[in-house]
């Protein structure tokens, strides 16, 4: 079936430090590519989402780009702040189906120090 | 506009004990989806309702789990007798109209406990 696999964190990363999360995944036909976060205390939240291959997803200084030769979807900052501490998770839509179900990764916690 | 809510946002029960979980989605969103992550693993569906039918409940772990929708507004999730295994932070989130690439809105999440 399809899944999402993430770098495992924790990642802790100075302020202003470049931002790199992996994300590989396998889906059967075009899924949908998304990146949530999780703010302590809060619910996930839509970070920047990818329809189709080439597609580039940005949003608060992120991005991503849905890579289908290497069926990635990497999430790079280049500059994070305190405030980006939180959890990020890669997802996609379930290709095989039409629910609109999400498929997640573990997610990645990301800890940035001043 | 409100968010997803869910209550209760904790909740502590022994094993055997019955827990009803709320969720209130974005009015006017018919999709509505349960998900539940255990222990920091990935975050795992568990069910879809369009309206008030169930669209999808593979995710569903077993016959302790019961969902429901009834007027197609909120949303119960009922675990009953809950066991050690079933803890973990269980979601909601809504959608508008059918499915694809319509934007789910989370709720803050229910996090359960079974001793």
């Known amino acids: 079936g399809d899944s999402v696999t993430q770098m495992e964190g924790p990642v802790t990363l100075s302020e202003e430090a470049f931002l790199t999360i992996n994300c590989t995944y396998t889906?059967?036909?075009?899924?949908?590519l998304f990146w949530y976060v999780q703010y302590p205390g809060e619910g996930l939240q839509l970070l920047l989402k990818?329809?189709?291959?080439?597609d580039k997803g940005s949003n608060k200084g992120f991005e991503a780009t849905y890579r289908k030769e290497t069926t990635s979807f990497h999430l790079e900052k280049g500059s994070v702040q305190v405030s980006d501490s939180a959890v990020y998770f890669c997802?996609?839509?379930?290709?095989?189906?039409?629910?609109?179900?999400?498929?997640f990764g573990q997610g990645t916690t990301l800890q940035v120090k001043p | 506009e409100a968010g997803v809510t869910q209550f209760p946002s904790h909740s502590v029960i022994e094993k055997g004990q019955t827990v009803t979980l709320r969720c209130d989605p974005i009015s006017g969103h018919d999709n509505l989806y349960w998900y539940r992550r255990v222990m920091g693993k990935e975050i795992k569906f568990l069910l879809h309702f369009v309206k008030e039918s169930k669209q999808d409940e593979s995710g569903m772990p077993n016959n302790r789990f019961l969902a429901e929708r009834t007027g197609g507004t909120y949303s119960t999730l009922k675990v009953q007798p809950a066991e050690l295994e079933d803890s973990g932070v269980y979601f909601c989130?809504?959608?508008?109209?059918?499915?694809?690439?319509?934007?789910?809105?989370f709720g803050p999440g229910t996090r359960l406990t079974v001793l």
């Open positions: 889906a059967t036909g075009y899924p949908s």
């Open positions: 990818a329809t189709k291959a080439d």
């Open positions: 997802a996609l839509t379930d290709g095989s189906g039409n629910t609109g179900k999400l498929i």
């Open positions: 989130a809504s959608s508008q109209v059918g499915p694809g690439n319509n934007e789910q809105f």
